[in-house]
């Protein structure tokens, strides 16, 4: 009998461990978070996360990461299917999203689908001073990267200063350069964008208007030209697919220059990945970068919880991650970060920072790349 009673309190006690380790489980909010992009944009988020949660212990962040150019759901096309479908809640929390893609949740769901963000929501927004370029109350910016020229310093010796002096080498120097498939990587995108909208007004570059598409064709002539010029395996000329196909070319010597992002490029040869041969240099003008941005659905149940990250996001400590590990632009004043931390960028004119937002024709640009470019034989 005694030994029964032992074995019973023991199980009460069993019991109250495991119930009081619900309840503290239970007090938290998770947060889901939806990314995208290249796998590094999840290392850092990974980063991040541990970050936030060593100083907050009311919140875990848990990451739903859809890699591009894999065809999953992004968090954009699950939160338009839930307003198309006229669903409550959505399972989203905080999506990281660009400025096209925040331009095509307004269009086809409204302003109201996602939280307005203002220092009451997110006190430290104070500290940020880079926006989206349009509904910026709707999103909050929080880094910054740009795509610059990487190449061979070994076997460039004269380094394009200009997308003119650029596009001279290409011709004279056949199949030594390469861009990415603009639909699998943001390097690529943003030569095809540089090179249509160097050709068209200023303002251009940040308008969705259709009318700007008519004048696209001088810009296509352009890359009509240079195509013949581009790196060739088995014969043909071939477009790498993904910004680290295009790096892996650079890398392996298969070519001597290439579009890349700043980001990538500074933290992979941080890491040793990529030879100290390999230089960077940004022209005039510039390749365009971006902004990413975090936004808040409106469906969300855990909107408070989200805000606590974004406040984190905007924080020294929390910009600090991203410029540290990924090599980002920070959207908050430099001074009120380490100087070792700045220093990292070392080598990038940030003044030189080009952003874009056309929306939708950005889907259109790239599938005219595919008809017009991809397939010229």
């Not at 040869?269 to 941005?293: C, D, R, W, Y």
């Not at 980002?328 to 004043?333: E, H, K, L, S, Y």
Request: charged share 25%.
């Amino acid at each position: 009998m005694k030994k029964i009673t032992s074995l019973m309190l023991m199980l009460l006690l069993m019991i109250s461990v495991v119930g009081c380790g619900t309840e503290q489980t239970s007090n938290k909010s998770k947060v889901n978070v939806y990314i995208g992009g290249s796998d590094n944009v999840r290392a850092n988020w990974e980063k991040f996360k541990e970050a936030f949660e060593a100083q907050d212990d009311s919140v875990d962040i848990n990451i739903v990461y859809v890699a591009s150019g894999t065809g999953g759901q992004s968090g954009v096309d699950r939160l338009l299917a839930a307003e198309k479908a006229g669903e409550k809640n959505v399972d989203i929390d905080i999506m990281d999203i660009s400025d096209g893609d925040l331009i095509k949740i307004v269009k086809e769901a409204g302003e109201d689908a996602l939280v307005t963000i203002d220092e009451k929501l997110v006190p430290n927004l104070k500290n940020v001073v880079a926006f989206p370029a349009v509904n910026a109350h709707k999103a909050m910016a929080y880094r910054g990267s740009t795509v610059v020229l990487a190449y061979n310093a070994d076997a460039v010796k004269e380094v394009p200063k200009t997308v003119e002096d650029m596009y001279s080498y290409i011709k004279s120097h056949p199949q030594r350069f390469a861009y990415c498939e603009p639909g699998s990587g943001g390097s690529g995108d943003s030569f095809l964008v540089t090179t249509i909208y160097n050709k068209l007004p200023e303002e251009a570059i940040h308008s969705d208007d259709t009318k700007w598409q008519d004048q696209w064709n001088t810009g296509f002539d352009i890359l009509k030209e240079l195509h013949p010029y581009m790196y060739k395996t088995a014969g043909s000329i071939h477009y790498p697919f993904k910004n680290q196909g295009a790096l892996d070319l650079l890398i392996s010597g298969e070519i001597d220059m290439t579009p890349m992002w700043n980001d990538m490029l500074m933290e992979q040869k941080a890491n040793g990945l990529v030879p100290e041969s390999i230089m960077m240099t940004q022209l005039e003008p510039s390749f365009t970068g971006g902004l990413a941005n975090v936004v808040i659905p409106s469906k969300s149940q855990h909107v408070k919880a989200a805000a606590k990250v974004l406040n984190f996001l905007s924080s020294p400590d929390g910009q600090e991650v991203f410029v540290s590990n990924m090599y980002a632009i920070p959207v908050i004043d430099t001074d009120l970060l380490n100087k070792d931390v700045v220093d990292k960028l070392a080598g990038l004119e940030v003044s030189k920072y080009r952003t874009y937002s056309i929306g939708e024709l950005s889907t259109e640009l790239k599938k005219q790349w595919h008809e017009k470019i991809a397939t010229i034989e």
